[in-house]
């Protein structure tokens, strides 16, 4: 597959997947914004918004569940680049760095994840 078949553009507020869906791609942000969010009928809670050259979708990648938030465009013409199962694990096996970048970020977005959630538990 071309790299070009791999990118794809969103306008603000246009949907690049819906929480629960399936997947099993990683994107990463080219230009624009992503927010990461979720949506609960007309509340939106955004989690996190993205930029370019940072990535979302590597939990679906990874163990191929639902995925557990929104993705959405946050700025006009946000281009993403779409990295399919198989391009992961190629890129896993071949780029060690590639793998702790991700691990890095994985880590970075559990502890933000716990402190929120250990916050909200305190009386």
Do not use: W
Request: charged residues 20%; hydrophobic residues 45%.
């Amino acid at each position: 597959m071309t790299i070009e078949k791999c990118i794809n553009e969103f306008g603000v507020g246009d949907v690049i997947f819906e929480e629960g869906s399936t997947g099993r791609e990683l994107f990463v942000v080219l230009d624009g914004e992503v927010e990461i969010a979720k949506v609960a009928g007309i509340t939106k809670t955004t989690i996190i918004t993205l930029g370019k050259g940072e990535f979302f979708g590597e939990m679906a990648v990874i163990d191929g569940s639902a995925r557990s938030a929104t993705a959405i465009a946050a700025a006009p013409n946000t281009r993403v680049m779409k990295i399919n199962h198989a391009r992961f694990v190629y890129l896993v096996s071949q780029q060690p760095a590639f793998a702790l970048m991700v691990m890095d970020a994985l880590s970075k977005r559990l502890r933000a994840s716990n402190a929120v959630t250990y916050r909200a538990a305190q009386p």
